[in-house]
C-alpha cells in the first residue's frame, strides 16, 4: 500500500510526467489560434468591375466632345456592367456596402458628366439638364442618408419595406425592373447625345462652311460641306469650332429612334427619383418628430 501511494505520488515516475508534458502541450495548443484571414475588399470581384467602369467612364468623357461612336460604346460598355457587378457580388458572394457605394457614386458621377455635355451643346435647355442633375443626385442622397439614419443596422438603400411604399419596393426588389429602367434611361441620354451631332432639329446651331453665289466664304445654319475651323475661328478648340466639328457627322434616323423608344422609361426614372425624394424627406421628418417627442417627455420628467 506504501509503495502503491508512493508510486503514485512521485513526480519522478514515467507515466505521470508523460501525462503532465501532454497536458501541458495540449494547453500550449490550444494557446496558438490559427491566424485568421484578413479579406482585401478593394480586390473584390464587384468591385474590380466597379473600377473598370470608372475608366471607360473617364475614357468616354475624354472623347465625348467629338467621337459620339467611341464615346458611346464606351460609355455603354459602362453602363451594362453595372448589371454585371451584381451577379458577381450574389456569385462570389462578395456584397459589400463599400461596392454598393461605389456603384451609386459612378452611376450618379456619369450621368451628371452626360448631362453637362448636354447642356453644353444645347445651352437653350441647360435648365432642364441641371434640374435632371439635381434632382438625381437630391434623392438618391436624402434617400441613403434616410436609410442611415433611419433603418436598421447594416441595412441596404435597396431594402424599402413595401409599407413604406410599393413602387420602390418592386424598383429596387426586382432586378429586372431596376435594369430596365436604369439602362433605358441611359439609352435616352445617349440617344439625345448622338442627335447633337446629328439632328439640324435639335441643334440649329450646327455650322456650315461654303461658299454663297457670287460671295467669298460665309456661315450659315445646315452641315458643314467643307469644314475649315481655321478660317473661320482662331482656337480650334473654342465653342464655335466644336460645333463645327460635331455637324452632321452621322445619320439621325436610329437616335431618333432609340429616343423614342426610351423616352416614356426615362419619363418614369424622373418620377421615381420624385417619390424617393419625397418619401425619403417624409421618412427623416417622421424621425425628426420622434426626437422632439422624446426631448419633451424628458425635459418634463427632469422639471418634475
Known amino acids: 500500500m506504501a509503495r502503491e501511494s508512493r508510486t503514485a505520488a512521485d513526480p519522478t515516475d514515467g507515466s505521470a510526467g508523460r501525462h503532465e ?6 494547453e500550449v495548443r490550444g494557446t496558438h489560434k490559427r491566424p485568421e484571414l484578413v479579406e482585401n475588399i478593394f480586390l473584390f470581384y464587384p468591385n474590380l468591375i466597379g473600377y473598370s467602369r470608372i475608366i471607360l467612364a473617364i475614357a468616354s468623357l475624354h472623347y465625348m466632345p467629338l467621337h459620339p461612336r467611341t464615346c458611346s460604346l464606351l460609355y455603354s460598355i459602362s453602363c451594362l456592367l453595372d448589371a454585371l457587378d451584381g451577379v458577381a457580388a450574389r456569385k462570389f458572394n462578395q456584397a459589400t456596402r463599400f461596392g454598393a457605394v461605389l456603384d451609386m457614386v459612378t452611376d450618379r458621377c456619369t450621368t451628371a458628366c452626360l448631362l453637362v455635355f448636354l447642356s453644353s451643346a444645347w445651352p437653350r435647355w441647360s435648365l432642364l439638364f441641371q434640374g435632371l442633375i439635381s434632382l438625381d443626385l437630391a434623392s438618391h442622397y436624402m434617400h441613403m442618408y434616410a ?35 436604369c439602362g433605358l434611361n441611359e439609352l435616352f441620354f445617349i440617344s439625345v447625345y448622338l442627335l447633337s451631332f446629328s439632328s439640324p432639329i435639335l441643334s440649329p446651331s450646327l455650322l456650315q462652311y461654303g461658299s454663297s453665289a457670287g460671295q467669298g466664304s460665309s456661315t450659315q445654319l445646315g452641315g458643314p460641306h467643307q469644314p475649315v475651323p481655321s478660317l473661320l475661328f482662331s482656337s480650334p478648340y473654342s465653342a464655335g469650332a466644336l460645333e463645327m466639328a460635331r455637324a452632321n457627322k452621322m445619320d439621325s434616323f436610329w437616335p431618333w429612334v432609340f429616343a423614342g423608344i426610351s423616352f416614356p422609361v426615362m419619363a418614369g426614372k424622373q418620377l421615381i427619383n420624385v417619390l424617393q425624394l419625397v418619401k425619403a424627406a417624409k421618412w427623416l421628418a417622421e424621425g425628426d418628430i420622434r426626437e422632439r417627442e422624446k426631448q419633451r417627455r424628458l425635459a418634463s420628467k427632469k422639471g418634475r
Not at 21 to 26: C, D, P, T
Not at 147 to 174: C, F, P, W
Open 147 to 181: 436609410t442611415l439614419a433611419m433603418g436598421s443596422a447594416g441595412q441596404s438603400h435597396k431594402k424599402v419595406d413595401e409599407s413604406r411604399s410599393r413602387i420602390l419596393n418592386l424598383y429596387y426588389s426586382n432586378n429586372k425592373v431596376l435594369f430596365v429602367f
Open 21 to 26: 508534458h501532454g497536458a501541458l502541450n495540449g
